[in-house]
């Protein structure tokens, strides 16, 4: 197949366009550059399989494809934020010219969304059928409600013109080729460890979150598009083990031997105190779970970040 991946110079992308050529399959990698660098498929550039467009999906774009998987808007909080307008447009006009692509050529497509379609959960695990507690004004509504209003694009799509649709909702996710800087929170810990600056804890540190390794995401978003369930989602990928703030600031000191000391900073607004995914659905379907522990996960990421740096 020939395959386009938007976002396809991102952190997830990259690793994305990495399996598919491993499966076999061409790949044509979509990116602005925006929040996504060249330097993540650099070692694919001379790869026969592998080409690269720069291109804003908030454009139409006509090319010759098999499958799509989306994964073009921002995913970090200081970049959403910095430009929420952008990111907003990017969540629903990108979406909709990815649609009409995936719509006139009769082919898949799967949605990159998000754990944060949940926002600040009153339920834990959250199940795909928790409708969300979300601010829609807020600081991240940005983000989070672009994704929210993206998955109604493909399911309106889906009804009203048969688009073969997969949405997927990513949670937290690490690995190599994180952005330094993206703000969130394995690699803002694993940079200030590194460089023994203070950890920045957010709050008393006790809120939660379930950290997915990237290898096990991207097997999650390769089965889901592959295999003939007949679903078309919203379907939960991400790891159900939680984590505290504190505990992975713990961790970081230790694997990277620091002398950081941690601090503590108020609260962001509308934060989420508790992440954790309910992914049954995708171990009855699937057969798919995460194999790769938090802590091996960690250590690959910090050797990583120390190349890098």
């Not at 995936?102 to 898949?108: R, T």
């Not at 339920?123 to 600081?139: A, D, F």
Request: net charge negative; proline share 5%.
């Amino acid at each position: 197949m020939r395959v386009l991946v938007t976002g396809g110079a991102g952190f997830l992308g990259s690793h994305l366009c990495d399996r598919l050529i491993l499966e076999g399959h061409e790949v044509l990698a979509v990116d602005n550059l925006y929040t996504g660098s060249e330097a993540n498929i650099s070692h694919l550039t001379k790869n026969s399989k592998f080409e690269f467009m720069e291109h804003d999906v908030m454009f139409p774009l006509s090319v010759e494809v098999d499958a799509i998987y989306n994964l073009a808007c921002p995913a970090s909080p200081v970049q959403y934020q910095k430009f929420p307008v952008q990111t907003i447009k990017t969540s629903l006009l990108g979406a909709i010219n990815m649609l009409e692509l995936a719509n006139k050529l009769d082919i898949p497509i799967l949605q990159a969304s998000t754990s944060e379609v949940y926002g600040d959960p009153s339920e834990s695990p959250q199940r795909e059928s928790y409708w969300g507690n979300v601010n829609p004004i807020g600081l991240r509504a940005c983000y989070d409600e672009g994704k929210r209003a993206s998955e109604s694009l493909f399911f309106d799509f889906h009804r009203q013109f048969g688009v073969n649709i997969k949405v997927a909702r990513i949670f937290n996710t690490f690995g190599p080729r994180m952005s330094f800087t993206d703000g969130r929170v394995v690699s803002n810990f694993i940079h200030q460890a590194l460089k023994d600056e203070d950890l920045t804890v957010y709050g008393d540190g006790s809120q939660t979150r379930s950290f997915c390794y990237v290898s096990d995401l991207i097997d999650g978003l390769y089965s889901f598009m592959h295999k003939s369930t007949g679903f078309s989602g919203p379907l939960n990928l991400g790891n159900p083990t939680e984590f505290s703030m504190s505990q992975m600031a713990s961790k970081i000191i230790s694997f990277t031997q620091s002398n950081s000391k941690v601090v503590h900073h108020a609260l962001p607004a509308d934060d989420p105190k508790q992440r954790k995914p309910d992914i049954n659905l995708a171990r009855t379907l699937l057969e798919w779970s995460p194999k790769v522990s938090l802590d091996e996960g960690l250590h690959l990421t910090i050797k990583d970040f120390t190349s890098r740096l």
